[in-house]
């Protein structure tokens, strides 16, 4: 299947996968080039200024190559460059591996330039909000906050920027990923954690920058994207099902303490709303900043203002309730002290513990680097979650372990940074299965990387802004849930109605509906009230708004049978739940240019949410085959059509020929 193809007067050297060229190194057209760079990274609140003064980069020449078993061996020279650059090359089970190594370790900078088309599409790199195909830009990867906006041209980032530096840009994300698909039907993984670009704006090619010449990568070719992906997800892991229990109903998020917790359940139920799981992200106390409503990041329960909960979890089996945890550690609390004095947090190059500002208050990151904290932090999860009976948690953070830092392995953290969420993944996932609890339990984390999929079990979408903004709001959800299973995360959630209320934003009614609309297809529905809670319509705020939640929670009830056998499915293959409409017509142009915040649900349904304010229609494309309105019972045939879309009546469709079809015809 992968050949080496030589032209030895031209010392030009071309790597394929059946017909299709992945790499053509010629003296004119370089594939491999080394240098060497100089970066400078600042961290201000998780925001990140990334700059590499780049000193000199050379044009290898190809030098032929050699045989070491099942090996192939490309040789690679240049007059300044002491020794040579090696590329080996092994296939196992059909996913092609190549190593770089270079003898003169003066160099520090590789690029790789892969061969593109000029009609070549490409997807993945990781958890992306702002762009589905990679085409025209560049795409660094290093884990980040997410950004407020996320698009300097709106008046919302450019108010974050003014702030604090946090408005983000199109390729800020919480879960970046060094692998692409194309549309040639090939993907390649970076398997490094090194920061490293994505740079696809060529026409000719696209060209992979990693800081380190030695690296490791994987590429895999097949007859569709869903090979590929059940492929890729061979080499980074697959979640495992989520818990049947947990994927009914709504997890509703909701905090101030057990009185007006129990009270808002009580009011929520009384209206008819299966309610699965509470989630108490406040159980441990809270904080007030100039952002909003903090948490008290001292990971005990507060007794004070959730008293008696230990009973009330007890008390009432059919719920599940849910706390919130990340790796950092606020100065002052006692697990601070703990953790300082057993010499359990990251170092600064001093040999101090390493305090970094979290906005208006001061932490420490725990080393997940060393065996002892990993171990005492796991723990820590045991016995003051799991052990007061919380069967779920939001796992957050991880994206802020700074560059300059040491790690107990000898590490600095610019080496370490992007495979920290990963160990946080890990951390999270081990306490859970030596809990005995991986069929019951569900974390959820933001933050990730590569191999995050073998660990993480619920990938949620981040903070969103409270709007319809392409770059950070409804929208952007459901780019990111795409890239996501496209790069290999196949579960994915948002917070319903988002989270993030600054300067003009709040959330209203309509907003909050059309968010529940879209959640009800997709594999867990959650709320959260935002980092300012007043400012926001709540779920659970009217008997009319509670009603309508209702409703929409038993539509998604209804579709369990379907949804269990997607994540069934996610688990035993890596196939997504959420899917681009190109999987269902890989060969139409339409289906990548045409269907932009529409997305298939499964091979049998597809859900295009209303994603603007103010609208009662939608424009809606569909592939080949025939289609029938789930609230209508209208037919529809392949083409474009404009479809009704009151509120509480997305447009959803699913195939009249379809295995589900019978459950879908009974579920209105």
């Not at 890729?232 to 818990?243: C, D, H, S, V, W």
């Not at 359990?344 to 190059?349: D, G, L, P």
């Not at 309509?510 to 709320?527: D, H, I």
Request: charged content about 25%.
């Amino acid at each position: 299947m992968w050949r080496i193809e030589e032209r030895e007067k031209e010392k030009a050297v071309t790597l394929k996968a059946g017909d299709t060229t992945l790499l053509c190194h010629t003296e004119e057209d370089t594939a491999f080039f080394i240098g060497t760079g100089r970066e400078d990274i600042r961290m201000y609140r998780g925001n990140f200024t990334i700059e590499d003064r780049a000193y000199v980069r050379y044009a290898l020449h190809y030098d032929g190559r050699r045989a070491e078993g099942d090996r192939q061996i490309l040789l690679f020279s240049h007059p300044e460059m002491r020794g040579a650059f090696l590329v080996t090359l092994s296939e196992e089970n059909g996913i092609l591996r190549m190593r770089t190594s270079c003898e003169d370790d003066r160099y520090n900078r590789l690029f790789v330039r892969f061969t593109a088309e000029k009609k070549e599409r490409v997807f993945g790199g990781g958890e992306q909000f702002s762009c589905l195909n990679l085409r025209g830009k560049v795409f660094p990867v290093w884990t980040r906050e997410q950004g407020v906006g996320r698009n300097p041209l709106t008046e919302v980032t450019r108010l974050a920027n003014a702030s604090d530096g946090g408005g983000g840009d199109y390729h800020t994300t919480f879960f970046p990923q060094p692998t692409f698909l194309s549309s040639r039907l090939y993907f390649a993984h970076l398997e490094n954690y090194d920061y490293a670009e994505l740079d696809f704006c060529e026409e000719a090619y696209h060209e992979l920058r990693v800081w380190n010449t030695r690296i490791s990568m994987r590429f895999g070719n097949g007859p569709d994207y869903r090979t590929l992906v059940s492929d890729l997800t061979t080499i980074t892991g697959r979640q495992p099902a989520l818990p049947a229990h947990l994927m009914k109903g709504l997890w509703l998020g909701v905090q101030g303490g057990t009185k007006r917790v129990l009270e808002i359940l009580e009011s929520c139920r009384e209206s008819g709303m299966d309610i699965s799981a509470v989630w108490i992200q406040d159980w441990e106390g809270r904080r007030v900043t100039s952002f909003g409503k903090r948490l008290q990041w001292d990971w005990r329960w507060n007794e004070e203002l959730y008293p008696g909960l230990d009973e009330v979890i007890k008390k009432d089996p059919d719920v599940k309730w849910m706390g919130y945890i990340n790796p950092y550690l606020v100065e002052g609390g006692v697990l601070f002290g703990e953790a300082s004095e057993k010499g359990y947090f990251v170092k600064n190059k001093n040999g101090e513990d390493y305090l970094f500002d979290f906005g208006e208050y001061d932490c420490g990151v725990v080393d997940l680097t060393s065996p002892e904290a990993f171990a005492w932090y796991k723990e820590v999860i045991k016995k003051n979650l799991i052990g007061l009976g919380f069967r779920g948690w939001m796992a957050d953070f991880g994206e802020y372990l700074p560059a300059d830092c040491v790690c107990a392995n000898g590490k600095e953290g610019l080496v370490m940074h992007n495979e920290w969420p990963v160990l946080w993944a890990r951390c999270n996932r081990e306490a859970v299965e030596e809990a005995g609890l991986l069929s019951e339990c569900v974390f959820f984390m933001r933050a990730g990387g590569a191999l995050a999929q073998r660990y993480s079990t619920l990938l949620w979408a981040g903070d969103q802004c409270v709007d319809y903004s392409e770059d950070d709001g409804l929208p952007s959800v459901i780019t990111a849930a795409l890239s996501a299973g496209l790069s290999g995360m196949g579960l994915h959630t948002s917070d319903i109605g988002g989270y993030t209320t600054l300067f003009h934003l709040m959330r209203d009614e309509e907003l909050l509906l059309r968010w529940t609309e879209m959640a009800v297809f997709t594999p867990v529905m959650r709320t959260h009230e935002g980092n300012r809670p007043e400012s926001n319509v709540q779920i659970y705020d009217t008997e009319e708004l509670r009603k309508k939640a209702a409703r929409l929670i038993g539509l998604h009830n209804r579709l369990l049978p379907y949804l269990e056998d997607l994540v069934k499915e996610n688990e035993e293959t890596g196939i997504p739940v959420m899917r681009p409409l190109f999987f269902a017509a890989p060969d139409d142009e339409e289906a990548y240019d045409k269907t932009l915040y529409s997305y298939l649900l499964g091979d049998e349904l597809l859900v295009a949410p209303v994603v603007a304010a103010g609208e009662s229609t939608r424009d809606v494309w569909l592939p080949e085959g025939t289609w029938r309105h789930l609230f209508s019972g209208l037919v529809y045939g392949k083409g474009h059509h404009t479809v009704g879309a009151p509120l509480g009546e997305p447009p959803v469709f699913y195939r009249t020929d379809g295995a589900h079809a019978a459950l879908f015809e009974e579920i209105i």
